[in-house]
């Protein structure tokens, strides 16, 4: 498979086709904080609720080229035990994302979007 690269915007558009109401979006994420420290791209809470459909299946709301404000709360949890057995548990968020070609991207349904941007 192979990828096309869109050169007005500079966003990875995967040759796939979804089904149903499976949404792939960017996986936009904070790399470094306004104090310019820089972030490890893999916990939950460092992913851009703001993405980009780069593919949709057919009965999606969402087109290709849309922003969505996505809903991390639907989003499956997990959790890490607490030290020594004092205090609650962490939990986190699991971003369900896939990998493309060796590009990262969040797969998602309808069911996940809190709405449309208009353009």
Known sequence: ME?????????V???????QDHILTTLNVKKVTAGGIILSAREDDL???????VAAGPNSVAKVGD??????ERFP????????????DKRFRIPPTETI?????????????????TK
């Not at 922003?67 to 991390?72: A, G, H, K, L, S």
């Not at 890490?80 to 205090?87: F, L, Q, R, V, Y």
Request: hydrophobic content about 30%; charged content about 25%; glycine content about 6%.
């Open 3 to 11: 990828n096309l690269k869109t050169k007005s915007d500079g966003i």
């Open 13 to 19: 558009y995967p040759k796939v086709r979804l089904i």
């Open 47 to 53: 992913i851009l609720n703001r993405q980009t459909v």
């Open 67 to 72: 922003e969505v404000e996505v809903n991390p």
């Open 77 to 88: 949890t997990g959790s890490t035990p607490a030290k020594n057995d004092i205090g609650p």
């Open 101 to 117: 070609d060796g590009v990262e991207y969040l797969y998602i349904s309808t069911r996940e979007i809190k709405w449309i941007y």
